[in-house]
């Protein structure tokens, strides 16, 4: 059975940071993409950061030079540090697994969330 389980989302004044963590069980963690996704309320979930198995990160626009994207393979943990936080970031934040093979094999897995409210 897979399991994404996050942590440490929580309230932050405007200007704060917050660690988010994403531990996994039941995949071999290093072979995977790991992402952090958000929603916000009536918007679509969108995509934050990714980091391939190989260490290779990509940022939404909007995080980019604020937050980070890191991994750990023996603990089999994804971690998203978020700096310099606003309330545009507010959002519950998804983890997510992603594994592509060949043209039609494709294993995802999503958390089950933990919300981030930046507020003064």
């Known amino acids: 059975q897979v399991q994404l389980v996050e942590s440490g989302g929580g309230l932050v004044q405007p200007g704060g940071s917050l660690r988010l963590s994403c531990t996994a069980s039941?995949?071999?963690?290093?072979?995977?993409?790991m992402g952090w996704y958000r929603q916000a309320p009536g918007k679509q979930r969108e995509l934050v950061a990714l980091?391939?198995?190989?260490?290779?990160?990509i940022f939404d626009d909007s995080v980019r030079g604020r937050f980070t994207i890191s991994r750990d393979n023996v603990k089999n943990t994804v971690y998203l540090q978020m700096n310099s936080l606003n309330a545009e970031d507010t959002a519950v934040y998804y983890c997510?697994?992603?594994?592509?093979?060949?043209?039609?094999?494709?294993?995802?897995?999503w958390g089950q969330g933990t919300q981030v409210t930046v507020s003064s």
């Open positions: 039941g995949i071999t963690f290093s072979i995977y993409t």
């Open positions: 980091i391939s198995n190989v260490g290779t990160t």
């Open positions: 997510n697994a992603d594994l592509r093979r060949g043209s039609n094999s494709r294993y995802e897995y």
